[in-house]
C-alpha cells in the first residue's frame, strides 16, 4: 500500500514553474491525507492570479495518476499570495503583502489606465486589491472608476478608502474639485500627502497595492522609494523611441535606490483592423523589449490600442468591467498575471535572505557544556 513518503515523493517531481523550486519543499502540498488509500490534500499556490495554475495542478494530477494502490484522490486547489515586501517596519503597513509602483518616464502612455485595468485584472482573479492614486496634481483614477463625485471618510485618525468594483482606493481627487481646482503645492507638501495616503489610511489586509505614480522622477516616486518597503517597480512605456528612451529614466533612478524592477508593460502595442483582422504597428514595435534587453529586467505583457479602452477610462466604465471577455482584457489579464508570478519569485527570495540572515544569528554553542 502506498504511503505518505512515496506521495511526497512523487508530489516533489513537480515544479512551479515561476520559482524554479518543486511544491513540497515550497511548502504548497497542505492538510495531506492518506487513510486506506484513500488521499486527500490541498494544493495552496502562491497566488490567484498565477500564470502556471492550471499547469501546475494538472502536473499534480498526472503524478498522482502514477501512485498505485490509491483508491480515491480529492484535490482542493486555493491560493496565498506571498509577502513581497518586509513587513517589519513601523508605518503600519503591515497588512499589505505587496505594494507595487506603476511608473513611466513621460506623461501620455496610459499608465493610470494600465495601473486601474491591472489592479482590476488582480481583484477579480480573487486577490485583495487596492489603488492609490499618487498623482497629486493631476489624479485621475476616481474619473477612470466614475467616482468624480465620490468621497473617503477619516475615523479614528485614518483615512478610509472609497470601494470600486472590488478595490480599495484612495486618490486626492476626492478632497478636490477636479473639474476645475488645481493642486498647487510644493514638493515637500506633496511628499507629506503622499505619506499619509500610504500610512495613515486603513487598507486592511491586501494581497497587493497599485501605486499609480506621476509621470517622470520627481518627488512622488522618490517618496514611495523612500518612505516604506515595497515589492517593486512595474515601468509602463509606448512602442516609440521617444518614450522609451524617457523610460530608461524611471529604471535607473529606481535601481540607484535599490527597488526592484518587476518588468515592463508596453501599452498601445498595436492596432487589430476591423476589416482586415491584421495587426498594424502604428506607433511603431519594439520599445518596451528594448528595455527589457538593455536592463535584463522581464517584458510582462502588451497592451492594444483599442478605443474602448479609452472611451471606457474617459466615462468612468474600465473595460474589464463592461468586457472583460474582449481581447484587450486578455492582455490586461496576461499582464496581471507575470506581474504577480514576479512576486511571487521577489517573495520566495526574500524568504531565503531573511532564513539566512535567521540562520547567521543563531546563538554558537556554548563550549562550557561539551
Same mark, same amino acid.
Given at each position: 500500500?502506498?504511503?505518505?513518503?512515496?506521495?511526497?515523493?512523487?508530489?516533489?517531481?513537480?515544479?512551479?514553474?515561476?520559482?524554479?523550486?518543486?511544491?513540497?519543499?515550497?511548502?504548497?502540498?497542505?492538510?495531506?491525507?492518506?487513510?486506506?488509500?484513500?488521499?486527500? =490534500?490541498?494544493?495552496?499556490?502562491?497566488?490567484?492570479?498565477?500564470?502556471?495554475?492550471?499547469?501546475?495542478?494538472?502536473?499534480?494530477?498526472?503524478?498522482?495518476?502514477?501512485?498505485?494502490?490509491?483508491?480515491?484522490?480529492?484535490?482542493?486547489?486555493?491560493?496565498?499570495?506571498?509577502?513581497?515586501?518586509?513587513?517589519?517596519?513601523?508605518?503600519?503597513?503591515?497588512?499589505?503583502?505587496n505594494i507595487i509602483g506603476?511608473?513611466?518616464?513621460?506623461?501620455?502612455?496610459?499608465?493610470?489606465?494600465?495601473?486601474?485595468?491591472?489592479?482590476?485584472?488582480?481583484?477579480?482573479?480573487?486577490?485583495?486589491?487596492?489603488?492609490?492614486? &499618487?498623482?497629486?496634481?493631476?489624479?485621475?483614477?476616481?474619473?477612470?472608476?466614475?467616482?468624480?463625485?465620490?468621497? %473617503?471618510?477619516?475615523?479614528?485618525?485614518?483615512?478610509?478608502?472609497?470601494?470600486?468594483?472590488?478595490?480599495?482606493? $484612495?486618490?486626492?481627487?476626492?478632497?478636490?474639485?477636479?473639474?476645475? #481646482?488645481?493642486?498647487?503645492?510644493?514638493?515637500?507638501?506633496?511628499?507629506?500627502?503622499? !505619506?499619509?495616503?500610504?500610512?495613515?489610511?486603513?487598507?486592511?489586509?491586501?494581497?497587493?497595492?497599485?501605486?499609480?505614480?506621476?509621470?517622470?522622477?520627481?518627488?512622488?516616486?522618490?517618496?514611495?522609494?523612500?518612505?516604506?518597503?515595497i515589492t517593486g517597480i512595474?515601468? $509602463?512605456?509606448?512602442?516609440?523611441?521617444? &518614450?522609451?528612451?524617457?523610460?530608461?529614466?524611471?529604471?535607473?533612478?529606481?535601481?540607484?535606490?535599490?527597488?526592484?524592477?518587476?518588468?515592463? $508593460?508596453?501599452? %498601445?502595442?498595436?492596432?487589430?483592423?476591423?476589416?482586415?483582422?491584421?495587426?498594424?504597428?502604428? =506607433?511603431?514595435?519594439?520599445?518596451? !523589449?528594448? +528595455?527589457?534587453?538593455?536592463?535584463?529586467?522581464?517584458?510582462?505583457?502588451?497592451?492594444?490600442?483599442?478605443?474602448?479602452? %479609452?472611451?471606457?477610462?474617459?466615462?468612468?466604465?474600465?473595460?474589464?468591467?463592461?468586457?472583460?471577455?474582449?481581447?484587450?482584457?486578455?492582455? =490586461?489579464?496576461?499582464?496581471?498575471?507575470? +506581474?504577480?508570478?514576479?512576486?511571487?519569485?521577489? &517573495?520566495?527570495?526574500? #524568504?531565503?535572505?531573511?532564513?539566512? #540572515?535567521?540562520?547567521?544569528?543563531?546563538?554558537?554553542?556554548? &563550549?562550557?557544556?561539551?
Open positions: 500500500m502506498v504511503g505518505v513518503d512515496q506521495v511526497l515523493e512523487k508530489l516533489s517531481t513537480v515544479i512551479d514553474p515561476d520559482l524554479k523550486k518543486d511544491i513540497v519543499s515550497m511548502g504548497m502540498i497542505k492538510d495531506l491525507e492518506l487513510d486506506d488509500g484513500n488521499l486527500k =490534500f490541498t494544493l495552496e499556490l502562491t497566488t490567484p492570479a498565477c500564470p502556471f495554475n492550471v499547469e501546475i495542478e494538472d502536473d499534480v494530477r498526472k503524478a498522482i495518476a502514477e501512485l498505485s494502490d490509491l483508491k480515491n484522490f480529492d484535490l482542493h486547489v486555493t491560493a496565498k499570495v506571498m509577502e513581497g515586501r518586509s513587513l517589519d517596519d513601523d508605518t503600519g503597513m503591515a497588512t499589505v503583502k506603476v511608473a513611466s518616464g513621460k506623461g501620455g502612455v496610459g499608465k493610470s489606465t494600465v495601473s486601474l485595468n491591472l489592479a482590476l485584472a488582480l481583484s477579480q482573479s480573487g486577490a485583495k486589491v487596492g489603488l492609490l492614486d &499618487a498623482d497629486i496634481y493631476g489624479p485621475s483614477i476616481p474619473l477612470m472608476l466614475g467616482m468624480k463625485d465620490g468621497s %473617503m471618510n477619516v475615523e479614528e485618525n485614518k483615512l478610509q478608502p472609497a470601494d470600486s468594483n472590488g478595490l480599495k482606493v $484612495v486618490s486626492f481627487g476626492f478632497f478636490a474639485d477636479q473639474s476645475n #481646482q488645481a493642486a498647487i503645492y510644493r514638493g515637500p507638501i506633496i511628499s507629506g500627502i503622499l !505619506k499619509q495616503f500610504l500610512v495613515d489610511t486603513n487598507w486592511s489586509e491586501l494581497d497587493y497595492l497599485i501605486v499609480d505614480l506621476p509621470p517622470g522622477t520627481g518627488d512622488i516616486p522618490l517618496t514611495l522609494a523612500q518612505t516604506i518597503p512595474l515601468v $509602463v512605456t509606448t512602442p516609440q523611441d521617444i &518614450a522609451s528612451d524617457v523610460a530608461v529614466k524611471a529604471v535607473s533612478m529606481f535601481e540607484k535606490l535599490n527597488v526592484p524592477i518587476l518588468g515592463v $508593460v508596453e501599452n %498601445m502595442n498595436h492596432f487589430v483592423c476591423s476589416n482586415c483582422a491584421h495587426k498594424h504597428y502604428i =506607433f511603431g514595435e519594439g520599445g518596451a !523589449k528594448k +528595455i527589457s534587453e538593455k536592463f535584463n529586467i522581464p517584458f510582462l505583457g502588451e497592451i492594444p490600442l483599442n478605443a474602448e479602452i %479609452m472611451t471606457g477610462s474617459d466615462l468612468g466604465k474600465p473595460i474589464m468591467i463592461t468586457n472583460p471577455d474582449s481581447p484587450s482584457s486578455d492582455a =490586461f489579464r496576461q499582464s496581471a498575471k507575470n +506581474i504577480a508570478a514576479q512576486c511571487s519569485i521577489l &517573495a520566495a527570495k526574500l #524568504q531565503e535572505e531573511m532564513a539566512s #540572515q535567521s540562520h547567521d544569528k543563531e546563538p554558537l554553542p556554548d &563550549a562550557s557544556t561539551n
